[in-house]
């Protein structure tokens, strides 16, 4: 069952984020990276309520009305980010990175290795 709620404001999150990348090059990767960190919150609360397989329904959803890369394993990424760095305030130097160091980063299994790349 999908949630619309939480589907909704995961769609109008990344239109939003489609719309800005368009218009505003220079800060669109920090702005990404906040809302690839928002939507990983969204779902993560929206698979505490409906079960993890929420990220599969909303990606089939997602593919259709915002684009093919807001695929199963992107959504999967943003939510694995929000819960690495839920405890972070998204700093300056958190945003620094972009999206792709921040998938590099995902990939290693230790959160204190995670941050010391970081660092």
């Not at 949630?3 to 995961?10: G, L, P, R, T, W």
């Not at 769609?11 to 906040?34: A, W």
């Not at 405890?87 to 620094?96: F, I």
């Amino acid at each position: 069952m999908i949630n619309i709620n939480y589907y909704d404001e995961i769609k109008n999150k990344l239109i939003d984020d489609e719309i800005y990348g368009k218009v505003k090059d220079y800060s669109k990767e920090r702005h990404r990276v906040i809302t690839y960190f928002e939507v990983g919150k969204i779902l993560s609360e929206a698979g505490k309520h409906y079960g993890e397989n929420i990220v599969g329904k909303y990606s089939e959803k997602l593919m259709i009305d915002v684009g093919k890369k807001y695929n199963k394993r992107t959504l999967f990424r943003m939510k694995q980010f929000y819960e690495v760095f839920n405890n972070e305030k998204v700093s300056p130097v958190m945003t620094q990175l972009t999206w792709t160091h921040y998938l590099v980063l995902l990939s290693i299994k230790n959160k204190n290795a995670i941050y010391y790349y970081i660092d």
